[in-house]
């Protein structure tokens, strides 16, 4: 079984990583009759594209900043970041695994019997997000002091936000996917109309309280699909570097080890191999990690130029509210 982990030590490039990893799965696939290995070689030449490709990536980040223009307009007073990223190759990696795990543990804990590759394959194609955009809002205390109705300005902006950006997107080239949550999910801030594209972690919190409103469309000019994710500076505090974060990593180990244990070693080769992949890569030390661009003195302090580690910045952008800056470009 190749890892990723085989191919993080000889001081190679992103791309060069990727394309010798992405090569060995499929000599694999095609020596063992592994179809998933040949379905995660395919994975990795989608993100090596977006890596090599990044014209589409210009005209992506001049419509979204279409969106940023008119917030600057449409909410003088709040002040937000608009970030993009393309997914790091270690998450991308961790998490498609982590599918492969899921889909074959809960198939397995219902029927008592494993999936087939086909069905395994509908699993991994919810990956829609190696291309995210975060858009964070605040209301500064120098238009509002009350912090009950900071936050209450906040929430309301954000769920007006996620009312027009279907629409707004979709005028742009964009098309809005339809949220595997279902239309009844969903705050009464929600339009009808909007609802089922929106995943609401808001009004229904994810694992440990992470709070945000997530939306994936499908980018008919790159032809790749982008998630927009919408959060208060508080949400995104907490996710990034609160309990949601730390207390996450902990529950997610402790959540793969209980899977293994019901899952007999050596009965299924697709959960045996995704699983060890994945205990691999959290137990990675950074410090001994050789790859270009990529420097770490510890698991926490990291300089990542290459998107190893952290994921690569496609789009940066800031706003300042109405008196913290009379200048708006």
Do not use: W
Request: glycine share 6%; hydrophobic share 35%.
């Amino acid at each position: 079984m190749v890892t990723l982990n085989d191919y993080l030590y000889n001081g190679d490039t992103i791309l060069k990583i990727i394309k010798r990893y992405s090569g060995d799965l499929k000599k694999a696939s095609r020596k063992s009759g592994n179809t998933i290995d040949l379905i995660h070689s395919n994975f990795l030449l989608r993100i090596e594209e977006l890596l090599v490709h990044n014209d589409f990536l210009t005209s992506q980040s001049q419509r979204i900043r279409e969106l940023y223009k008119y917030m600057t307009s449409q909410y003088p007073q709040l002040a937000f970041t608009f970030k993009g990223r393309i997914k790091s190759l270690i998450r991308a990696e961790e998490k498609f695994n982590a599918y492969i795990v899921e889909a074959i543990y809960d198939y397995y804990k219902k029927n008592g019997t494993f999936p087939e590759p086909a069905q395994i394959k509908s699993k991994i194609e919810h990956f829609r997000d190696l291309i995210a955009y975060r858009i964070v809002i605040s209301m500064p205390r120098c238009h509002v002091r009350d912090e009950e109705e900071q936050k209450k300005i906040e929430l309301d902006s954000l769920y007006e936000i996620a009312n027009m950006l279907p629409d707004f997107l979709e005028m742009r080239g964009f098309t809005a996917e339809v949220s595997a949550l279902g239309n009844e999910n969903g705050s009464e801030k929600l339009n009808e109309a909007v609802r089922p594209y929106i995943r609401d972690y808001i009004c229904h919190p994810g694992t440990f309280g992470y709070q945000s409103l997530h939306i994936t469309l499908y980018d008919n000019e790159s032809r790749s699909n982008v998630e927009v994710q919408l959060r208060t500076k508080d949400m995104d505090d907490y996710a990034e570097i609160g309990p949601a974060n730390h207390l996450g990593y902990e529950e997610r180990q402790m959540q793969e080890r209980a899977r293994r244990d019901l899952i007999p070693q050596g009965e299924c080769v697709y959960f045996d191999e995704a699983y060890e992949r994945g205990m691999l890569l959290q137990q990675l030390e950074l410090s001994k990690v050789d790859v270009n661009m990529f420097g770490a003195i510890n698991n926490s302090l990291i300089n990542d130029g290459c998107g190893l580690y952290r994921g690569r910045l496609i789009l940066p952008f800031e706003h300042l509210s109405r008196f913290q800056n009379d200048v708006i470009d």
